[in-house]
């Protein structure tokens, strides 16, 4: 096992060439987006203006009822935050990505997806209305029409999203570490569904305040 520390930083480059990929996207500001990816493609998420959050989650697309596990992730590297090397894994334990690449060195597993629920918790009544990610979520899902809904929503990856834990336990949601043009890429394990709300909040830190589009890469197995 490949133990990575709650301060493990591991910053990679890539040597993977855009004029190569296969799909090259900007995903916009506040938007949902779900497709498929193949076993042995590599995904790769640019945060372009820098301190975005991209909200992630991934299905099995043979199977749809295994999906991204925070918690078996978290076990089995022995760390919460993911960078290079980090596995991610499904509610079965099994790998569905592994990141190879990333030149922003910290994501975080803790913070959840936000939504009116914890708009209205953590900011005021009057926030409930505004679009969150888990709206995102949903919209897409509905539009997708693959079978999957309300009950698949789980505990989701925020990458470039700075949540520290304090020394008495709590979260933190802070400055982001990431800056303009940093990216995490990742190698699909098994043919997935990836879902991403490029999260459209305003009330917090995560993404400046301002959230700001990223782009979107996939190469083919070499
Ligand atoms: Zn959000």
């Known amino acids: 096992m490949n133990a990575i520390t709650a301060t493990d930083v591991r910053l990679q480059e890539s040597a993977l060439n855009p004029a190569d990929a296969v799909i090259d996207q900007f995903h916009p500001a506040g938007e949902p987006i779900l497709f498929p990816l193949d076993k042995g493609q590599v995904l790769r998420i640019v945060d372009l203006e820098g301190n975005q959050a991209a909200d992630v989650l991934f299905y099995n697309r043979d199977d749809p009822a295994e999906h991204y596990s925070a918690t078996d992730t978290m076990l089995h590297q022995g760390g919460i935050y993911l960078t290079t090397g980090s ?3 499904s509610n079965d334990a099994r790998p569905m990505l592994t990141i190879v690449a990333d030149t922003c060195g910290r994501h975080d597993t803790l913070g959840g997806a936000c939504a009116a629920e914890s708009n209205t918790v953590r900011y005021a009544l009057q926030k409930k209305f505004m679009h969150s990610c888990r709206d995102n979520y949903l919209i897409a899902l509905q539009h997708a029409d693959i079978g999957l809904g309300k ?11 700075n949540v520290p834990v304090t020394e008495g336990g709590d979260l933190k949601f802070a400055d982001g570490v990431s800056g303009p043009g940093k990216y995490v890429e990742m190698r699909a394990e098994m043919n997935l569904w990836v879902l991403i709300s490029n999260c459209p909040q305003l009330n917090n830190p995560c993404n400046a305040y301002n959230p700001t589009p990223t782009r979107l890469l996939v190469w083919n197995p070499t």
């Open 87 to 89: 596995v991610i894994r």
């Open 151 to 161: 009950r698949d929503l789980v505990p989701n990856i925020n990458f470039f999203m």
